[in-house]
């Protein structure tokens, strides 16, 4: 079985910076297919942040444009999502999902992590 689990939350003033990070672990793993950050604030709906894609396509919320990258590295098995000139309002849970590949016939994985929660005070 293959897990995802986040890291790098955490408390930050406004103008702060986080590195995400969203690692992948068990069973044999090939490749990070794919990967998005979303987050969600109290009663608040789920928010896609950004996204990258197997083709290396990047897709980001107009209100994080600018401020986050994400990324991913096949060779840890991570997905990171950069984040730069934090407003209160990024205050959320945040989590990753993720497409994995698990062997070279092209099998794939497919799950959320726990979440990790990134605060913004002022």
């Known amino acids: 079985q293959v897990q995802l689990v986040e890291s790098g939350g955490g408390l930050v003033q406004p103008g702060g910076s986080l590195r995400l990070s969203c690692v992948a672990s068990g069973r044999s793993i090939i490749s990070i297919n794919e990967m998005s950050w979303y987050r969600q604030a109290p009663e608040k709906q789920r928010e896609l942040v950004a996204a990258?894609?197997?083709?290396?396509?990047?897709t980001y919320a107009d209100s994080v444009k600018g401020r986050f990258t994400i990324s991913t590295d096949n060779a840890k098995n991570a997905g990171y999502l950069q984040m730069n000139s934090l407003k209160v309002e990024d205050t959320a849970d945040y989590l990753c999902?993720?497409?994995?590949?698990?062997?070279?016939?092209?099998?794939?994985?497919?799950?959320w992590g726990q979440g990790t929660q990134v605060t913004v005070y002022g």
């Open positions: 990258i894609f197997r083709d290396g396509r990047t």
């Open positions: 999902d993720a497409e994995v590949g698990i062997d070279n016939l092209g099998t794939t994985w497919y799950g």
